[in-house]
T-cell receptor
């Protein structure tokens, strides 16, 4: 079935460095992608999203890049802070119809640890 | 505006018991989802609903049933709980607009089956 894949890597960075978290997806019909941050004991929280008609989108200190050719997206966090330490998930969905209409699936996550 | 509320927050069940987890959202969202999250794993989709009266299977539906009788509520049922269903369960809802939108999550239900 369709899946969004992360292999639960960990990423350790120093405060002030830039962080890059990667995600590979397998459903070529996906047309909307979301990055979530999950802190310990809490539900996932929205960070940034991107639609399939875009290659790049920027938010506050975060940038998401989408490469549809290789089905890959990444989350870049600028000037990483200790408060950014969390698990980061990508998610994908397709609103184009078909049997998976509205389905929202997640990757396994990346653990980001920021050292002061 | 409470967003997405899950009830209960914690529960311990004995093997074979049944229970229902309630998810309520006050944002008038069309789509609702149930996920489970095990240690070291991502969120795996159990069931979802694209509107009142409709449900669909996700990645791991076995052992669970759902109902969406009212737009604001999405119920997840365990008919005969098993230790393998020990997990943290998250509910989410999402709006349907011309522009696709992100999902909003509840705070989770920690279920232990002994």
């Amino acid at each position: 079935g369709e899946s969004v894949g992360l292999h639960l890597p960990t990423l350790s960075v120093q405060e002030g460095d830039n962080s890059i978290i990667n995600c590979a997806y397998s459903n070529s019909a996906s047309d909307y992608f979301i990055w979530y941050k999950q802190e310990s004991g809490k539900g996932p929280q929205f960070i940034i999203d991107i639609r399939s008609n875009m290659d790049k989108r920027q938010g506050q200190r975060v940038t998401v890049l989408l490469n549809k050719t290789v089905k890959h997206l990444s989350l870049q966090i600028a000037a990483t802070q200790p408060g950014d330490s969390a698990v980061y998930f990508c998610a994908e969905t397709s609103n184009a119809g078909g049997t998976s209409y509205g389905k929202l699936t997640f990757g396994q996550g990346t653990i980001l640890t920021v050292h002061p | 505006n409470a967003g997405v509320t899950q009830t209960p927050k914690f529960r311990v069940l004995k093997t074979g018991q049944s229970m229902t987890l309630l998810c309520a959202q006050d944002m008038n969202h069309e789509y609702m989802y149930w996920y489970r999250q095990d240690p070291g794993m991502g969120l795996r989709l159990i069931h979802y609903s694209v509107g009142e009266g409709t449900t669909a299977k996700g990645e791991v539906p076995d052992g669970y049933n759902v109902s969406r009788l009212k737009k604001q509520n999405f119920l997840l049922g365990l008919e005969s709980a098993a230790p393998s269903q020990t997990s943290v369960y998250f509910c989410a809802s999402r709006a349907v607009t011309i522009l696709v939108t992100e999902a909003f999550f509840g705070q989770g239900t920690r279920l232990t089956v002994v």
